[in-house]
């Protein structure tokens, strides 16, 4: 016999069977709750891996113009779950004695940043160095409105806010901020004298054999796709190829499919890609630092993952939201039970308030179903 907290706030106790049945048809419930609201996407996904049972979730649709329901194998822009890949990179080198978490930006990246020589790997990957956020420049913002398909370079995405002090001193306290990822990337390069995207090819797409999954730098986007949309009169409908890749670059420009970020995230929070001091290291948390948008239950941060503790248990992983793309990708510590959750609109806090919380409700059910093993 299982216990099982479901969403509605009701404690369960019945065969595993019967308990994973009831949780995978409140997910479906879920799932069609998201897409009916008022102002949400034109569909949603989620993925439930228990062992080697993988189910599939689906409502709505992922191509309103063709009628074409959401599809796993389709391609998707990862939004900010991209920094899990960043810190897979980076901790893979760690783990290699290529990298160190004590590294500074300073040994790594002399120049860069008025006040951040001091500032560590480790800080930059459970933000906490205080390193100010680009995507909050209005000159960045002015730069990506009127060249949306011809991206910055990654050092000049940096340069956007590299005369700026840090905001708070390193190490003192949690605050999300995108350059961070972006300094990853470029301290990885600096490291290994090769190119970020071949070093994420090395050392997380080839392990984890995911063919699908590529950083590109400009803005189309790889076919077939599931198409991003946005509700705001002032942006066209379908904003799937807005925005080139490399205004994101590694804190945010990632494009793969559901079945492959299943895939990764099991490989990533299980252990597979690196072990030893640096997974260790890892899953040092940060209590009250949560993803954006916040993941289910109670969130901390640790180095390039995030802790959901909820009700049914705790899992890792990471969220991201971008133009016409919500994210979220969990699983258990040994990599065996995992979940993931997509829609094709941007749900955050103070963008779709009605839908975000819909979909918080949709990610925490869906943590419940791959804790129900």
């Avoid at 860069?112 to 390193?131: A, F, I, K, P, Y």
């Avoid at 905001?167 to 490291?191: D, Q």
């Avoid at 248990?313 to 699983?331: C, D, L, P, S």
Wanted: with cysteine; aromatic share 8%; net charge negative.
């Amino acid at each position: 016999m299982v216990a099982l907290a479901l969403a509605a706030g009701l404690t369960v106790a019945m065969p595993h069977d019967a308990a994973a049945s009831l949780i995978d048809t409140e997910l479906d419930r879920a799932l069609k709750d998201v897409v009916a609201a008022p102002e949400g996407p034109p569909g949603a996904i989620a993925i439930v891996q228990r062992g080697n049972r993988i189910q599939v979730f689906t409502a709505g649709l992922g191509d309103v113009p063709n009628r074409r329901r959401m599809r796993p194998g389709d391609h998707m822009r990862l939004a900010s779950v991209a920094k899990a890949f960043s810190g897979a990179v980076a901790l893979s080198l760690v783990d290699r004695g290529v990298m160190s978490l004590d590294d500074t930006i300073g040994e790594r990246l002399p120049g860069v940043g008025t006040d951040w020589q001091d500032v560590t790997l480790r800080e930059l990957l459970n933000h906490t160095s205080g390193v100010p956020d680009f995507t909050h420049n209005q000159d960045f913002q002015d730069r990506a409105g009127e060249f949306p398909h011809d991206p910055p370079s990654p050092r000049e995405l940096v340069d956007f806010v590299a005369d700026e002090d840090l905001v708070f001193p390193s190490g003192s306290r949690y605050t999300y901020s995108n350059t961070e990822n972006i300094l990853v990337g470029l301290m990885v390069e600096a490291a290994t004298k090769r190119s970020y995207v071949r070093e994420l090819g090395a050392r997380v797409l080839s392990p984890l054999g995911l063919r699908q999954t590529s950083l590109p730098s400009g803005f189309l986007m790889p076919r077939p796709y599931i198409h991003g949309y946005d509700k705001n009169p002032e942006l066209p409908f379908d904003v799937s190829e807005i925005l080139a890749a490399g205004y994101t670059w590694a804190s945010g420009g990632v494009v793969s499919t559901p079945y492959e970020l299943n895939r990764f995230i099991r490989g990533y929070a299980g252990g597979k890609l690196f072990g030893g001091e640096a997974r260790e290291q890892q899953f040092q948390f940060v209590p009250g630092g949560a993803s954006q948008p916040a993941g289910p239950g109670q969130n901390s941060a640790g180095l390039g993952i995030f802790r959901y503790e909820t009700e049914c248990g705790t899992v890792y992983g990471h969220t991201g939201n971008i133009f016409g793309y919500t994210q979220f990708a969990a699983a258990t510590s040994d990599g065996r039970n995992s979940t993931v959750v997509s829609i094709n609109e941007q749900a955050a806090e103070g963008i779709r308030d009605d839908v975000a919380e819909i979909l918080a409700r949709a990610r925490e059910v869906a943590a419940c179903a791959a804790l129900a093993d």
